[in-house]
C-alpha cells in the first residue's frame, strides 16, 4: 500500500489512525518527547535491507500498525536511561511531590514522589498488563522495589525500602474517591516505549519527517526502525527512532537523541517481552505485615487540616491570573510564552528583591542574555531550554538558545 499523499500534506488520514494523546503529565522527558515531536509530516520510505530480513514498509504503513496493535497482554523489563543535563532526582524526587514540603504527611509510596524519579538517571523497570483494568509497573532500586499496582476499583503503590503503603480506590464506575483519580494507574504514565510512541506519533504536520530506517532486533524480536526528525533547523531534538515489533505492531523500545550529539536524552526499551497472559498473581496485592498504609483520603483529610490545601488552592488563584500561553512559531521551534502575575521577573543585582548571595546563585545556573525582547537569564537543559526576562515573561522550548531568543524578540 503506497502512502496517502493527502496525510503527507495535511496529516488528516494518518491523524485519524493515530489520534491525539495528552502529553505526559508526570515524567519531564516523555513530556518533552511529546512537545517537541507535536508535528510529524510523513515520508514515503521503504525499510532498508538489513538483519532481520523483514519485508518492505512504508512509513505510513508503519504508523498504521503501530496504531492498529491492540496487544493489551504483555509482560517484560524495561531498562529507562534520561539524561537531560540536570542532577539526579533520586534523593530529592519526595520534596516535589504536593504537599511534601508542607508537611502534610504525604505518603512515601505515592505515586507522585517515585515516578518523579524517572526523569534522571538509569532504572529498571518491570511491567505488565491484562486489559485496561490490570496493569503494574515496579521500578527495580539496589535492594529495593517499587511497585504501582491497578486491579480493578483498586490502585496499590509500595515502596519496599519504607515499607510504606499507598492505597486508593475508585467507586466501581472509574471514577476515583479521594485522590485515586490522579493516581488511575500506571496507565498513562508513559513508562513503556509504545506509550512513548503514542506522544511522539500524536500529531502531524510539515515540520517534520518519517521515514523506516532498516531493522534491528530488540528483546530477541524483528522490528522496523521508525526515525523521526525535524525539517526545522533550531530544534534541539535531532531524531526520535522507535524500534517496531514486526509481527504485532508494538513499540519496543523508544530513543530521543539531542541534535547537539553524544548519548541519547531519553532511551526506553525491552530487554525481555512477554505477549502472553501475565499471570492473575501479578496484579494482587496484600499489604506486607507491619507496613504503613495511607489511604488516598486521609491525605486529603490531612492536606486540608494542615491548611496545604488552602495553600494548593491559592496556588492555583494565582495561575488564573496568568494572561494565557501564548505559542510562538510552529513544530518543533515551537516556543510557549507565559506571563508572571503582576510582571514580576527575577531579581536584579542592586533591586533589593534578594540577598547578593541568591543573586550570584541565579547566575550561576543560568546565562544573562539581551535581545530585542530586553534582558533576561536562559536556563539550559539538553533538551529544554527557558528564558526568564527581567519584566516578568518565560519563553520555553525544545529549541537552542538563540532560536530561543529570537523567539522572544519577535512576540515584542
Do not use: C
Request: charged share 20%; no cysteine; proline share 5%.
Amino acid at each position: 500500500m503506497a502512502p496517502n499523499d493527502s496525510a503527507e500534506t495535511n496529516g488528516e488520514a494518518t491523524g485519524t489512525v493515530v489520534g491525539r494523546r495528552k502529553a505526559a503529565r508526570y515524567i519531564v522527558p516523555f513530556a518533552v518527547a511529546g512537545v517537541a515531536a507535536a508535528t510529524i509530516g510523513l515520508v514515503p520510505a521503504l525499510a532498508d535491507s538489513g538483519d532481520p530480513e523483514l519485508p518492505d514498509i512504508t512509513a505510513q504503513e508503519l504508523i498504521e500498525k503501530i496504531a492498529a496493535s491492540d496487544q493489551e497482554q504483555l509482560s517484560g523489563t524495561v531498562k529507562v536511561s534520561t539524561d537531560l543535563g540536570i542532577p539526579s532526582l533520586g534523593g530529592i524526587a519526595g520534596s516535589f511531590a504536593p504537599g511534601a514540603a508542607s508537611g502534610s504527611g504525604e505518603s512515601g509510596a505515592a505515586p507522585e514522589s517515585k515516578l518523579l524519579e524517572l526523569a534522571s538517571g538509569t532504572h529498571t523497570l518491570r511491567v505488565a498488563a491484562d486489559g485496561p483494568d490490570k496493569q503494574r509497573l515496579s521500578i527495580l532500586g539496589d535492594g529495593s522495589e517499587y511497585s504501582l499496582v491497578h486491579n480493578g476499583d483498586d490502585v496499590w503503590g509500595y515502596d519496599s525500602a519504607s515499607n510504606e503503603v499507598y492505597h486508593a480506590e475508585s467507586d466501581g464506575n472509574g471514577r476515583a474517591d479521594g485522590r485515586a483519580g490522579e493516581h488511575k494507574a500506571p496507565e498513562g504514565v508513559p513508562a513503556t516505549p509504545k506509550e512513548l510512541a503514542d506522544e511522539a506519533l500524536a500529531a502531524v504536520g510539515d515540520t517534520t519527517s518519517v521515514t523506516v530506517d532498516g531493522t534491528a532486533q530488540v528483546a530477541g524480536r524483528d522490528a522496523y526502525k521508525l526515525v523521526i526528525k525535524p525539517k526545522q533547523s533550531g530544534s534541539t531534538i535531532g531524531s526520535v527512532t522507535v524500534a517496531v515489533d514486526a509481527s504485532t505492531g508494538v513499540p519496543l523500545k523508544f530513543t530521543l537523541a539531542p541534535s547537539s550529539g553524544g548519548k541519547a536524552a531519553v532511551d526506553a526499551g525491552f530487554t525481555k517481552v512477554d505477549f502472553a497472559k501475565p499471570d492473575a498473581s501479578s496484579f494482587s496485592f496484600t499489604p506486607p505485615k507491619g507496613a504503613k498504609v495511607t489511604e488516598a483520603d486521609e491525605l486529603e483529610a490531612g492536606a486540608e487540616k494542615n491548611g496545604s490545601a488552602d495553600k494548593a488552592q491559592k496556588d492555583l488563584s494565582a495561575l488564573e491570573d496568568f494572561k494565557g500561553l501564548n505559542v510562538i512559531g510552529e513544530g518543533w521551534n515551537a516556543v510557549a510564552e507565559i506571563e508572571f502575575p503582576g510582571g514580576a521577573g527575577l531579581p536584579t543585582e542592586g533591586s533589593g528583591d534578594a540577598p547578593a548571595q541568591a543573586q550570584q546563585f541565579l547566575d550561576a545556573l543560568g546565562d544573562k542574555v539581551t535581545g530585542d525582547f530586553g534582558s533576561g537569564t536562559v536556563f539550559r537543559t539538553r533538551l529544554v531550554n527557558a528564558l526568564l526576562t527581567d519584566d516578568g515573561k518565560v519563553y520555553v522550548g525544545a529549541v537552542t538558545q538563540d532560536a530561543l531568543v529570537k523567539a522572544a524578540g519577535n512576540a515584542k
